[in-house]
């Protein structure tokens, strides 16, 4: 398929972000705090950037035709209690699908090292060029913990959970895009390509735009972005939308999604949208600028399919997952749930129709077994403490009430894993159980069926993920809002026929196996790189060649 190339990196593709070596301090620098760094200091400041504004400085080496923006690096640095600093990968589905695409480029990856205080210089983390980004403690609390993920992220699932508007994290969301915006200006080369990720970075496109516009910037949204209905309750609104305007090309995982963002355009601006296709003309700080046109289209995200079916079939992995089974006592039914410890995930629904199954007799402990890795979110943050606490309290009465000597009704972990871990859990499992009330896309779903080379197991999919879009005619989809509905398709799953799974399965198999995560990239960065320039003289240094690929198709020819 067409789309961006990028030079060749020294590192084979595909190795994964495991648990990483200490890191080389002649490489990555001494730690030093934010209040050590006058750099810092300057690009935190409350001050406005004006238009035009000089961009802080960087060596010439230290620029690139690629700049990655997420809130978080791949990598976490953890201290232990030595004080020495080690990295470990970062959590969640954003790591795993841009890791691969950064592995195979020469760019740079800008992001939070998820540590308080800390001003890190650049360094390499798995062969990907980290350039970090100081958060400070309380700026943690106000952007991360307060705005980032009790605004907007329940606001932008259905709120599940209510969002709490507050001026002060509004305040702190604002400087700390700044302080992205301001970092990836300083890095990317004339006419380069700047990718921006996620709900915790929305004003950085707008806010880069101004600094730089001779760039290329994109934004994808990992997360669903809501129906004009719910969105339209963020106080902050109309800002967060033009922020996202800055960028000429917006990604979303799902048509729905692109839909929801246009509608919320056409309310809250004057802006004219044809299809895909909105017109920005208000550039009142800017009249000497044309008139430029931003694209709206869902590209869903996927996994590098082939690594991780590779590493389905390594032997210390298959080996790993006999010995899983061994360990439960090799029940005739395993089923598996594995998510952040997110109120998202419906593990509450899960666990409660599980319960509900051995209370009913459909399933019984000796016969079936429930395994349910729930890896620590968000801990600070009110909601994911209470959810830690209703989770736990009812697989602990579901244990109490129907475990027996050498068969826990659910087995319960608190911990994240390795990625190999994670391919011996799915092909020990008989049943994915993905019950998400809300999601963005769910990997889990994809890597479970990536792990299946043996055409087995079966997948029950919540039609509420974003992969549900590809994966449904190989799924069991599920509501998990709906108890009943869910147990039937639990007990249906753990019965299958073999025929009919083996079907099922290579129909899924097929689908994530074609459209891995390369594609999505290459896919986003072509329409990206090939939509029209408002500068036609300036030679740009991505994909000349490039055929524009289709993203999804996203409106039914609304126009306005
Ligand atoms: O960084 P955290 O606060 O620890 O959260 C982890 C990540 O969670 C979210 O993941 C989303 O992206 C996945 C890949 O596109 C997608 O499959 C999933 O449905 C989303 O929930 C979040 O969007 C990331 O920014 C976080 O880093
Ligand atoms: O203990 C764990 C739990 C999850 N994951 C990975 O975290 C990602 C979760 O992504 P997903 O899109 O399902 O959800 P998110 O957490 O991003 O909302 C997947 O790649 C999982 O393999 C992991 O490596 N170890």
């Known amino acids: 398929m067409g789309g961006a190339t990028f030079p060749e990196r020294r590192q084979e593709p595909g190795g994964s972000l495991g648990p ?40 010439p080496d230290e620029r690139y035709d690629l700049v ?37 480029s020469e760019g740079a990856w800008v992001g939070w090292s998820g540590a308080a205080d800390t001003e890190d210089d650049p360094f390499d983390a798995d062969d990907i060029r980290c350039v970090p980004v100081g958060l400070s403690a309380a700026e943690i609390e106000l952007y991360y913990e307060g705005f980032s993920n009790d605004t907007l992220w329940p606001l932008y699932h259905d709120v599940i959970a209510p969002p709490s508007f507050h001026r002060q ?22 006419g380069a390509v700047v990718w921006v990720h996620d709900y915790q970075l929305q004003l950085v496109p707008a806010m880069l735009r101004e600094m730089r516009p001779d760039l290329r910037i994109g934004f994808f949204n990992h997360i669903p972005f809501p129906p004009l209905e719910i969105f339209s309750q963020l106080p902050w609104r109309r800002q967060v939308v033009q922020g996202l305007l800055g960028a000429d090309l917006v990604g979303f995982q799902r048509a729905g999604d692109a839909a929801n963002f246009i509608r919320a355009v056409r309310r809250l ?64 039914v395993m089923m598996l749930g594995v998510d952040r410890l997110d109120y998202t995930k419906g593990i509450r629904h899960r666990i409660k129709a599980y319960g509900e199954l051995l209370a009913d007799g459909r399933l019984t402990v000796t016969d079936a077994t429930l395994v349910q890795v729930a890896s620590p979110s968000r801990e600070n943050v009110d909601a994911y403490q209470q ?20 068969h826990s009704a659910i087995n319960y972990m608190h911990h994240s894993y390795p990625a190999e871990e994670m391919a011996a859990l799915y092909l020990a499992a ?31 999919l919540s039609e509420f993920t974003g992969a549900a879009d590809e994966l449904g005619r190989g799924a069991l989809l599920c509501n998990p809002h709906d108890i009943d509905g869910l147990k039937d398709i639990m007990v249906r799953a753990a019965t ?65």
């Open 68 to 104: 990655v923006v997420a809130n978080r690096l791949p990598v976490d640095f953890t201290t232990d209690d030595d004080g020495a600093i080690s990295w470990k990968r970062s959590p969640g589905g954003l790591v795993t699908a841009l890791g691969p695409m950064m592995r195979a």
């Open 496 to 560: 299958m026929e073999p025929r009919e799974s083996r079907k099922r399965m290579r129909r899924l198999r097929r689908a994530v196996l074609e459209n891995d995560v390369a594609r999505w990239s290459q896919t986003f960065l072509g329409v990206l790189t090939a939509l029209p320039s408002r500068f036609p003289d300036r030679e740009r240094s991505y994909d000349a060649d490039a055929r524009e690929p289709e993203p999804h198709d996203v409106l039914d020819g609304e126009d306005s």
């Open 269 to 332: 601006t004057d802006l004219t949208t044809r299809g895909q296709m909105i017109t920005v003309t208000d550039d009142e700080a800017r009249r000497d600028m044309p008139a430029r046109h931003v694209r709206a289209a869902a590209f869903p995200i996927s996994i590098d399919s082939a690594h991780f079916d590779a590493l389905a079939q390594t032997p210390e992995v298959q080996a790993r997952a006999r010995e899983i089974r061994a360990e439960l006592g090799n029940p005739r």
């Open 169 to 190: 994290w509004w305040e702190a969301y604002r400087k700390v895009n700044r302080r992205f915006a301001e970092k990836a200006a300083a890095l990317a080369k004339e």
């Open 430 to 460: 008989d049943v994915m159980l993905v019950t998400s009330l809300r999601d963005g896309m769910n990997l889990v779903a994809k890597e479970y069926v990536a792990a299946r080379s043996d055409d087995q197991g079966v997948l029950v």
């Open 20 to 59: 990483g070596p200490e890191v080389n301090n002649k490489q990555s620098g001494e730690l030093r705090t934010v209040a050590d760094n006058e750099t810092q200091q300057a690009s935190s400041g409350e001050a406005e950037t004006e238009a035009g504004r000089a961009v802080p400085d960087t060596t």
């Open 387 to 406: 959810l830690r606490e209703d989770v736990e309290g009812l697989v602990g009465r579901i244990n109490g009430e129907y475990g027996e000597i050498g």
